[in-house]
């Protein structure tokens, strides 16, 4: 894995760590802090590194030269590590036969994702972070694609009357951030009971959206 002017490579013996700059190398063991020397998975994550390994997972503070190890006690579904991916807050683990575990680094939380949640196989190989997905390859069971939920940027209850078509327009003012947005809508009966719900993607360079809503 490329670090700016270093790389790090994973082995039987521990993580070796190569300086482009001068040509050196630098090997981490269990001596140094390492869970374990079988490294199988790394991941550069700004300050920190992190390692999978078959024993639990090891998070490495360059600047401080501090390690802490993640295990099963701590909330890992499975101690061997076959990937890592780094998104914002959240640190994502595939495991072999044990799904996908999320760690929170705000909340120091874990949570585990298996087949009962949708992914296609225990067994995951890699992980990819795309936006609001993040896409699990698995061991002879194809890929699978989660959709994270996003912050909500604008939220307002419009009353509306009569059928048929009814066309509102709602202006959601200035979205300082950048990328592709959803805009969800649910149809509720005077009772407050829910009657149909409907969404839509857009960027924004768009400049209308529409929902269409079916209560058949």
């Given at each position: 894995?490329?670090?700016?002017s270093?790389?790090?490579?994973?082995?039987?013996?521990?993580?070796?760590?190569?300086?482009?700059?001068n040509g050196t190398?630098?090997?981490?063991?269990?001596?140094?802090g390492?869970?374990?020397?079988?490294?199988?998975?790394?991941?550069?994550?700004?300050?920190?590194?992190?390692?999978?390994?078959?024993?639990?997972?090891?998070?490495?503070?360059k600047?401080?030269?501090i390690?802490?190890?993640f295990?099963?006690?701590?909330?890992?579904?499975?101690?061997?590590?076959?990937?890592?991916?780094?998104?914002?807050?959240?640190?994502?683990?595939?495991?072999?036969?044990?799904?996908?575990?999320?760690?929170?680094?705000?909340?120091d939380?874990w949570?585990?994702?298996?087949?009962?949640?949708g992914?296609?196989?225990?067994?995951?190989?890699?992980?990819?972070?795309?936006?609001?997905?993040?896409?699990?390859?698995?061991?002879?069971?194809?890929?699978?694609?989660?959709?994270?939920?996003?912050a909500?940027?604008w939220?307002?209850?419009?009353p509306?009357s009569?059928?048929?078509?009814?066309?509102?327009t709602?202006d959601?003012?200035?979205?300082?951030?950048?990328?592709?947005?959803?805009?969800?809508?649910?149809?509720?009966?005077?009772?407050?009971?829910?009657?149909?719900?409907?969404?839509?993607?857009?960027?924004l360079t768009?400049?209308?959206?529409f929902?269409?809503?079916s209560t058949?």
């Amino acid at each position: 894995v490329v670090d700016g002017s270093y790389v790090w490579f994973g082995t039987r013996g521990g993580d070796s760590r190569y300086d482009k700059m001068n040509g050196t190398w630098k090997t981490y063991t269990t001596t140094d802090g390492l869970v374990n020397n079988t490294v199988i998975s790394i991941a550069i994550d700004g300050e920190y590194v992190w390692f999978g390994t078959g024993r639990g997972v090891s998070r490495y503070h360059k600047p401080s030269n501090i390690w802490r190890t993640f295990t099963t006690a701590d909330g890992l579904a499975s101690n061997r590590i076959t990937s890592i991916g780094i998104d914002g807050d959240f640190v994502w683990f595939g495991t072999e036969r044990e799904g996908v575990s999320r760690y929170n680094k705000v909340s120091d939380t874990w949570q585990t994702f298996t087949t009962n949640d949708g992914l296609a196989s225990m067994w995951v190989t890699s992980i990819a972070v795309d936006g609001i997905y993040a896409w699990f390859g698995t061991r002879g069971e194809g890929a699978s694609r989660y959709q994270k939920l996003g912050a909500v940027v604008w939220e307002e209850d419009i009353p509306v009357s009569g059928s048929g078509q009814i066309n509102l327009t709602c202006d959601i003012g200035v979205i300082n951030d950048v990328g592709k947005f959803y805009l969800e809508g649910t149809l509720t009966s005077n009772l407050g009971q829910e009657t149909a719900k409907a969404s839509n993607s857009f960027y924004l360079t768009t400049s209308d959206i529409f929902l269409i809503f079916s209560t058949d």
